[in-house]
């Protein structure tokens, strides 16, 4: 027999149904109010882990990247390495008064503005791949090149060539040049050096054909229809490439060009401008003047033609060793021994180089360290300055490069001028700005090994204030002379 609770429990119990039928309904409410903002929270979260995922993207190390790596090797063969052949044209111009009134200093301020537009229009063809892409800016190259050549077919006075072989030339290089020059090590990981060294090779390459077909075109056609076909096969090949070129700069965060100028208040980052600088007035003569050399010691312009093709067979043969081997022995312990090896060989062999073999020896040996800078610029930059400040270390690097590359062929021409038609002036002067470039970039070296030395006794913490409190770094002149890996 069930009993009847007492009436104050039946309306207790029902009161705490009603309170909880009414909690379900609040809970309910709340729940459709929060469920916008947890979507929306959740949304957020799955958009930063999609962007996390692209940025520790890991690089096939292969590949397309190997077509993406012949491509740029071919753009540096038809970019750097046509400009090589500068040299053929160079001599040409000297013997022969192609263009009235033009004199000597004309003709080098035209090589010289090649290489220099090259580098100074970076900052434009940078801002163009991070606006537009990095096919727009490799065909925008193509244009001004293609248009550089077809121009100087026409040319009859000497600001022509001004326009079209020197300016506009420089121009399309530098947009080709900085469109491609990142692109093959964004595909590698343990293979990048090898891809790098590849690429780089190909500007060798490209100077030793150009070289002996541009001799042989001027010679058999004529030196408009040289411009012509030039220009024909630099579109073709150029163009080919900019289409099968494939950047990844989505997967891996597109970099800002910066520029920090008071970088120049460290003695370091000096020393290293010192040495591009110095570096840079020795490698241009030495690039444009082997076959004018040659024609003023009694070679003929083909056998000329064949010294600068060799010269360019070094530079294809040396740098990616030098780069390669920076690993092992240490990167401003290679540049710097490699640049005084330059401006040794330019005292000693190309100084008394009087015959075709001993010339050639030169061309071929000198090549192979001439272009030191260029195989060793960035990682040294690195280096001395750290990865944080690479890229506004080397977009000051380039605009500091372009005074010497403008001038230094029209001063070895000079030299040579001044010393009526003979190139001992001009071989000193080459030696000696080698010779000083190895010199700046040893005491930039005795500057990092004191930082080592520093870092050392810090436990290897820079800024460990306690650590290094009592610590001396050993005089400058013992870290001149002492040798480490470095």
Known sequence: MMTRKPRHEEELESREDQGIAASEEALDGAEQRLTPGLDKEIDQKAVALQKTKSYTDV??????????????ATI????????????????????NDIFPGATPLHYAFIGGLSISQALIVSPIATLTTRIFSTRTTLLIGVVL???????????????????????????????????????????????????NGLTSAGSGLGGLIYSLATQAMIRNIGLPWAFRILGIIAFIVNASCALVMRDRN??????????????????????????????MLGYVVLLFSLPNYARTIGLTAQQGSIIGAVFNLGQTLGRPPIGYFSDSVGRLNMASSMTLACGIFS?????????????????????????????VAAPVT????????????????????VVPTTFSEAIGLEIVAFNHGTYTGAILFTGFMYIGAALSLWMVRAWKIG????????????????????????????RMV????V
């Open 59 to 72: 690089p096939p190390n292969g590949g397309y990247g190997w077509v993406c790596v012949a491509a740029c």
């Open 76 to 95: 540096n063969a038809h970019t750097w390495g046509l400009n090589s052949s500068y040299a053929v044209f160079l001599a040409y111009y000297l013997s």
């Open 145 to 195: 090149e293609t248009a550089s050549f077809i121009g100087a077919s026409f040319a009859t006075k000497i600001w022509h060539l001004f326009l079209t072989q020197g300016l506009c030339f420089g121009w399309g290089m530098g947009f080709l040049f900085v469109g491609s020059v990142g692109i093959a090590a964004q595909w590698f990981t343990t293979r990048r050096s090898l891809a």
């Open 250 to 279: 989505k997967q891996i965060g597109s970099s800002q060009l910066s520029f920090d100028w008071r970088l120049f208040k460290k003695a370091e980052f000096c020393g290293l401008m010192l040495f591009g600088f110095l570096s």
């Open 347 to 375: 005292l000693l062999i190309w100084m008394f180089a009087k015959s075709f073999g001993v010339v050639l020896f030169f061309g071929i040996l000198g090549g192979t360290v001439a272009g030191t800078y260029w195989a």
């Open 382 to 401: 690195a280096e001395v300055m750290g990865i944080k400040r690479l890229p506004s270390a080397l977009s000051i690097t380039w605009l500091v490069m």
């Open 451 to 478: 930082e080592q030395e520093e870092q050392s006794a810090g436990g290897g913490k820079m800024n460990n204030a306690g650590a290094t409190a009592g610590f001396k770094r050993s005089p400058f002149v013992k």
């Open 482 to 485: 002492m040798w480490r890996k």
